[in-house]
């Protein structure tokens, strides 16, 4: 008689909302138990119905303390991502996110990269002084030097350009290819031919979703999308203090993740508690601790 292996359960992907102020909401999440951060803050001087208008000249002082709970619940291998924006006032750029930079970095954060946020579809417009604003910040920051990172879940394809290169190599550009040393432009360009894809750049060229009607700065789902593919796997948990219309959780949630999302308005809590629920993904009720 052969033996019954037993069935393999599958795990329940949890969705928790939270509703309230990040720095308080934040207490409830234990330590070291978040993978992934991914979060689009108020910007200084911007949605000031919703969330309040924080000056630049108090954002810092606004944002350390949420700040210091997101570096407590972080586990020491995630990321936190950082969706910011610096303000033109007085004909000349806030310094409010440099600033930033460095008080997160006294904090006790890593500045470990930058991505740049091209938005395919900005807003056309004119001014006196400069054109139109077509990229965000996309800031990471880490506890650790060391952290978790699919590089792999994130590759593009690498198109027919090694083969054009190959073809108009110039006289120059075939000793290089030929050199024997690993510095620079005499890497080995034939190593690409062949390759199906490659890694991306430090730079994403998303299209904003300006028919969102549900909230005013909601950013496009393929960007939550690509930092959860980056930096987590399936069951991981990620977490958006300042959740908004839910576009991370519920990216999070389709990807088989975990989430946590938090926000002060209680009409945009209970418009992603209706639909996650249309959705029939689980959600949990706020019980974490």
């Not at 027919?160 to 000793?175: E, F, H, P, T, V």
């Not at 190593?191 to 998303?206: D, E, F």
């Amino acid at each position: 008689m052969k033996s019954l292996k037993p069935k393999k359960l599958m795990k329940t992907i949890e969705t928790k909302i939270l509703q309230g102020d990040s720095k308080k909401e934040l207490k409830k999440l234990k330590d070291n138990s978040i993978d992934l951060i991914v979060t689009s803050p108020p910007y200084a001087d911007r949605r000031k119905k919703t969330y309040g208008g924080v000056k630049p000249e108090k954002y810092i002082e606004w944002f350390l303390p949420i700040s210091s709970e997101l570096l407590r619940v972080l586990k020491p291998t995630g990321t936190f991502i950082l969706n910011i924006k610096e303000k033109a006032e007085k004909g000349e750029r806030h310094t409010y996110v440099i600033e930033l930079i460095l008080a997160l970095k006294n904090q006790g954060w890593l500045w470990t990269e930058e991505f740049i946020w091209h938005k395919r579809n900005s807003y056309p417009g004119k001014w006196p002084n400069r054109f139109r604003d077509s990229w965000e910040r996309l800031l990471q920051f880490n506890k650790e030097k060391k952290f978790n990172m699919y590089q792999d879940a994130v590759k593009v394809p690498v198109g027919d350009w090694a083969k054009k290169r190959l073809n108009n190599l110039s006289s120059i550009d075939k000793k290089r290819d030929n050199a024997k040393n690993n510095s620079g432009f005499s890497k080995n360009i034939s190593n690409w031919v062949g390759r199906k894809t490659v890694y991306p750049t430090n730079v994403l060229h998303l299209a904003t979703e300006c028919s969102n009607k549900q909230h005013s700065a909601a950013f496009p789902r393929s960007l939550p999308e690509w930092f959860i593919k980056l930096f987590t796997k399936k069951n991981d948990w990620v977490l958006d203090p300042f959740v908004g219309s839910g576009t991370t959780i519920e990216v999070a949630s389709k990807m088989q993740r975990n989430s946590i999302g938090i926000d002060i308005v209680p009409e945009y809590v209970e418009m992603i508690k209706s639909k996650i629920q249309e959705k029939r993904y689980t959600l949990f009720e706020p019980t974490i601790k």
